[in-house]
């Protein structure tokens, strides 16, 4: 079948396509929420970190506040993925699938009832739970329902359509952010009698996912292959990970995997999802330059910051479907080493020389191109390494130890701008160039990694 003519998507019944619309979709509100809180990160941590009422805090505790907080939501994602990964394979996808969405989709709507600093990352680490749940056993839903030709490019799909999350969450804040600078949110009001602010609104809209559970739960099935492993009386063989490290080559392929991983994870969380806040000051001072009134200036930026992540995530969405185009034809390292090369290229490039507001047209869509194909990488070849009764605990092993470890990525940055080069005139900028190196970890471990074009799913 690898030489059909028939388009990949011939092979796919009414069955595979629902499988791959509900995990689509279970995905692109998880990524959804993920950006939410990008979007929501400095206007959050200004109003709770705030001195006084009406008073901002500085930009360097903002700054610092901002990365503790992504290094503690990371911590959540990492720590769900690793329960939830085992409990994939124990209990089967659709039921984990199930509980992921609930909890991501609930605790992203306590978020916006967060009235500290600690308490909004407690939440945070919660929504983190669910969010770093749900990968794993979605894409290993995928891969075991789909035929073996169709496998990488649907994983691809769902990978390349979870920007689409990402764009609603801008499209969102780029709403609210409106309604807030033209006085359209000045009738709402808290439990204390305050005004709401948009950054909570974003938060309510995050619970909107939940009502996907609902659906899954009544027509989802578990996979064929998972139910044949599970009735094999193999059950105490699920989901473990010393069946994952007493195996010389799972666990070579776990290693490896998680340090692919991390390179990729890092120059997304820790660097370029850290570009929103450059893009903040450098559209705050444009417009200041310009003479725009003080009182408009926020819901401006808000706006064109929210321009800049959909044109981000239309890279983002070309880049994993150009990796799901190339890597069928000339294999899954081959295009790895592509994608890592030209994330770090693309990354410096915005960092290093990003001074003005038109540049976002072209600049932004070639750093979300480079840098997310990495992930329809990561969606396509981790559920490939690992057999049935390990493939969502390995996937989750590798995208989720290594999201451990890349927590210090968005603490780093902001200890690098906030103090080692905080005498520089733009310290974002030095510490997202001189951290752009993470992309070199990926080649380094890249010939370690096993060829998995045109075979089987491991058994």
Known sequence: MIGSSKP??????????????????????????????????????????????????????????????????????????????????????????????LIYSLCTGLSALSVGFWDFVFYRFLTGLGVGGEFAVGVSLVAEVMPDRARPYALGMLQALSAVGNITAALISMGLGYAESSGGLESLHGFSGEPIHAWRLMFVVGTVPALLALFIFKRLKEPERWTAVAGEGAAAHLGSYAGLFGDPRWRRNAIVGMCMAFSGVVGLWGIGFFSVDLFRQVFGDQFRAAGVPAGEIAGKVSFWISMTLILQNI????????????TPHIGRKPAFAIAFVLAMLSTAMVFGTMTERSQIFWMIPIMGFCQLALFGGYAIYFPELFPTRLRSTGTSFCYNVGRFVA??????????????FAHQAEPMRYAGVAMCSIFLLGLVVLPFAPETRGQPLPE
Do not use: C, N
């Not at 890279?315 to 190339?326: C, D, P, Q």
């Not at 990525?409 to 200890?415: M, N, S």
């Open 407 to 420: 927590a210090i990525g968005p603490y780093t940055f902001g200890y690098l701008t906030s103090t080692v």
């Open 8 to 101: 990949w998507y011939a092979e796919l019944t009414r069955y595979h396509w629902f499988v791959l619309i509900v995990t689509t979709l279970g995905w692109m509100f998880d990524t959804m929420d993920q950006q939410l809180f990008t979007m929501a990160r400095v206007p959050a941590m200004k109003e709770l970190l705030a001195p006084s009422p009406g008073v901002e805090p500085s930009p360097e505790t903002v700054g610092y506040h901002g990365g503790l907080a992504t290094s503690i939501f990371l911590l959540g994602w990492a720590t769900g993925g690793l329960g939830f990964g085992v409990l994939g394979d124990r209990i089967g996808r659709a039921k984990t699938m199930l509980w992921t969405i």
């Open 315 to 326: 890279g983002g969405f070309l880049g994993i479907w150009a990796y799901s185009r190339i």
